[in-house]
């Protein structure tokens, strides 16, 4: 390729990460506040995802427009767990504190990062399985947090049954995750 062609890529593909970050800059905050307290600790976070959205800027402008903030969250939430066991190895190396005695963090423990990790994974597997308009309320719900009104408006039914459709969806989602826990759960009885 000729360098202008390749130099034409390099800003296009700057201008689509800038728009991307200016666009879902407070849910990458928020996402990693999740996972820390510690300002500078979000940042960083935010920093290293950066780094992952970039090195897949080609997949992400392939996408739909609406998955996108999925994505972002996705990316986050892998990168601040990774950040979180990173950390959690550089504090045993450094021995500042026996682990027995380390202060509790404000953000969730490994475990709970691991269980909520599990969950991600049954619901990401039965997520195809759901139908399309529980997609589309749990999603508008828990990645684009819309209230209840544009629930209603994106749905196309009264805000007033949203909350119903609502506990629906969840119920459904929940019923084909514990689907997919029954499946890896015989799957383990086999192989041992």
């Known amino acids: 390729m000729p360098p202008s ?5 390099q800003t296009d593909a ?13 849910l990458m905050f928020s996402t990693a506040g999740k996972y820390t307290a510690d300002a500078q ?21 392939r996408v739909e427009r609406c998955v ?20 959690s190895v550089v504090r045993r190396h450094r021995a500042e504190l026996p682990e027995e005695t380390e ?11 691991m269980v909520r990790e599990e969950q991600l ?16 309320l749990l999603s508008g719900r828990y990645i684009l947090g819309l209230d209840d009104r544009e629930l209603a408006r994106l749905a196309g039914c009264k805000p007033s049954s949203v909350r119903m459709k609502l506990t629906r969806a969840r119920r459904s989602a929940l ?10 759960d015989e799957l383990v009885k086999t192989e041992n």
Not at 68 to 87: D, E, F, G, Q, Y
């Open 121 to 136: 994974a049954a619901l990401r597997r039965a997520w195809p399985r759901l139908p399309e308009g529980d997609q589309l």
């Open 14 to 26: 700057q201008e689509f990460i800038e728009g991307l970050y200016e666009q879902y800059r407070r």
């Open 103 to 113: 202060t509790p963090s404000a953000g969730p423990t490994l475990d709970e990062l």
């Open 41 to 61: 600790e979000a940042e960083e976070i935010v920093q290293d995802a950066l780094v992952k959205l970039v090195e897949n800027v080609d997949t992400l402008r």
């Open 175 to 184: 019923r084909e995750m514990k689907k997919e826990r029954c499946i890896d």
């Open 68 to 87: 996108l903030p999925a994505m972002v969250v996705i990316i986050v939430r892998n990168t601040a767990i990774n950040h979180l066991k990173h950390m």
């Open 5 to 9: 062609v390749i130099a034409q890529e």
